[in-house]
């Protein structure tokens, strides 16, 4: 295994908080201290693309409320099955949060199998997770402390960067 920083390409493929801030969300100047990222190569081939972004509410003493976190990952995987099976694995980790889902399936897919849901905290939704696969690329991200009621605007959002694994190559 080696693991890598992220290369300023690997942003064409990920969802970052940079990408948020044209839908209204206030970025600090300092955002970067709360970015996290990397890639990480195993032998067979296969690579993982990770982005995570963790800003915490410190407008209250002690809360730790996070107001803004997002979670993305790229696998490319060596084979359509491999990348299927991150996204069945996915999909099994999603159920053992205490997190409500909301699916809006019908609103948004993609690849072979894709999962598109809004996430619910006491019946308010607080967040989207997308997960999906198409030939050996599985797809992942989660947003929380932010929505989007309207499809298409999620569309916008994702589409060009889903669009863009098709030149990806590890």
Known sequence: M???????????????????EEYGIDIPDNYKAYETGSRVSWLDGSMIIEYEYEQIDNGEPDN????????????????????????????????LGELEVRNRDDEFSWGENSLFCETMWEEIPCGMVFAGYKDNYDYFLMIAGFYFEDADMWKELISPHLANLEGLSN
């Open 2 to 20: 080696q693991r890598l920083g992220l290369l300023e390409s690997d942003k064409d493929y990920l969802i970052t908080i940079k990408d948020l």
């Open 64 to 95: 730790g409320e996070p107001v803004i976190y997002i979670h993305c990952s790229v696998g490319i995987n060596k084979s359509e099955s491999d990348a299927r099976l991150s996204f069945e694995a996915r999909q099994v980790g999603m159920g």
